[in-house]
């Protein structure tokens, strides 16, 4: 089975501080993908990065950094100085080796940055 | 380059009608994955099909739902006898071939609402 948990439902930042969403995951597969995704007020899902199980390396993506450790099970994802535009839901999700095509989401995390 | 295509955006039935969402894959993707997000909740897995071939319902209610992915044409999420509790938003993604290691790219979604 897995399981995603994003223990953080709201987050409230004021513009220019840096915020994190943490995720924790559980799976019994040892290959296994995370993903992140934004939904913006306008609904649709956009992908942000996928990170394979083997790779431990932290990521960074312009003001987006990534942060993966295997031996917590977790990925988080930092936002460097928020702007108002990065207020939006966002998804961390899991998919293993034994559920292919079957994806699991966390129940997101509501981020607000206001001016 | 288009992307995943829903239609329609927003749904609107009566209970007891028949709800039909459509969803075309990204070109050169063959393989579409349908979720369902209640309200304030995350996305839960419904139905993973490729092109003529169920792979896993595993998510699927067993009455009333359906869905199928033809040789020709979009793939159908059929609901039949709406209930209210069937509003929720319906996306829908693909991926060039199946696997774990697929990133699935989503569609806009279509929003259902029973009255």
């Known amino acids: 089975a897995q399981k995603v948990t994003q223990a953080q439902t709201e987050i409230s930042v004021v513009e220019k501080e840096d915020v994190t969403l943490d995720c924790v995951y559980e799976t019994r597969d040892t290959t296994y993908y995370l993903f992140w995704y934004k939904q913006p007020p306008s609904g649709e899902l956009v992908f942000l990065i996928r990170?394979?199980?083997?790779?431990?390396q932290n990521e960074i993506s312009g003001r987006y950094s990534w942060n993966f450790q295997k031996s917590t099970s977790s990925f988080n994802f930092t936002i460097t100085a928020s702007q108002v535009v990065d207020s939006a839901v966002y998804f961390c999700?899991?998919?293993?080796?034994?559920?292919?095509?079957?994806?699991?989401f966390g129940d997101g995390t509501t981020l607000t940055v206001k001016p | 380059n288009a992307g995943v295509m829903q239609n329609p955006r927003h749904l609107v039935r009566r209970r007891g009608q028949e709800a039909r969402l459509r969803c075309s894959p990204m070109?050169?993707?063959?393989?579409v994955y349908w979720y369902r997000q209640l309200p304030e909740e995350g996305l839960k897995f419904m139905v993973y099909?490729?092109?003529?071939?169920?792979?896993?319902e595993s998510g699927m209610p067993k009455e009333r739902f359906s869905a199928e992915f033809p040789k020709e044409g979009p793939s159908i999420l059929r609901i039949q006898q709406v209930v209210r509790g069937d509003s929720a938003a319906y996306f829908c993604?693909?991926?060039?071939?199946?696997?774990?290691?697929?990133?699935?790219?989503f569609g806009p979604g279509t929003r259902l609402l029973v009255l």
């Open positions: 099909l490729q092109k003529e071939n169920i792979i896993d």
């Open positions: 990170r394979n199980s083997f790779d431990e």
């Open positions: 999700a899991l998919s293993g080796y034994t559920n292919a095509g079957k994806s699991t």
């Open positions: 070109k050169g993707h063959s393989h």
């Open positions: 993604a693909s991926s060039p071939s199946g696997g774990y290691q697929e990133t699935q790219y």
